[in-house]
């Protein structure tokens, strides 16, 4: 079993910027892919941003290409997502999600989940 904490959510001004953390326990971070999911209130969950176990290949959804980028260090077993240039519509609860492959395909292939983590931009 897997577990995923995240961390370094909170409350930012529009234009700002944030920095979440996800450590993961086990033996498998460094051979799988990782991604950061986001839920917005009375909205359902979408991809964020996805990166593969080696690190060499990322995927971003298009409203945060640009402004979001996804890195890991395989050696502290932590996956991180830079965000800039906050926006209202990045507000939401977002999640770390472990594969389970070295690269994403899609959100079914995603097996362990953290519990989340809020992020809340204010104009």
């Known amino acids: 079993q897997v577990e995923l904490v995240e961390s370094g959510g909170g409350t930012v001004q529009v234009g700002g910027s944030l920095r979440l953390s996800c450590v993961a326990s086990?033996?498998?971070?460094?051979?799988?892919?990782m991604a950061w999911f986001r839920q917005a209130p009375g909205k359902e969950r979408e991809i964020v941003a996805a990166?593969?176990?080696?690190?060499?290949?990322?995927y971003y959804r298009e409203s945060v290409t640009a402004r979001f980028t996804i890195f890991r260090a395989n050696s502290k077993n932590t996956v991180y997502l830079q965000m800039n240039s906050l926006r209202p519509e990045d507000t939401g609860v977002y999640y770390c999600?472990?594969?389970?492959?070295?690269?994403?395909?899609?959100?079914?292939?995603?097996?362990?989940w953290g519990k989340g983590t809020l992020v809340t931009v204010s104009s």
């Open positions: 999600a472990e594969g389970s492959g070295p690269y994403y395909t899609s959100v079914d292939d995603m097996i362990y």
């Open positions: 086990g033996q498998t971070f460094s051979s799988v892919a």
């Open positions: 990166i593969s176990a080696s690190g060499g290949k990322t």
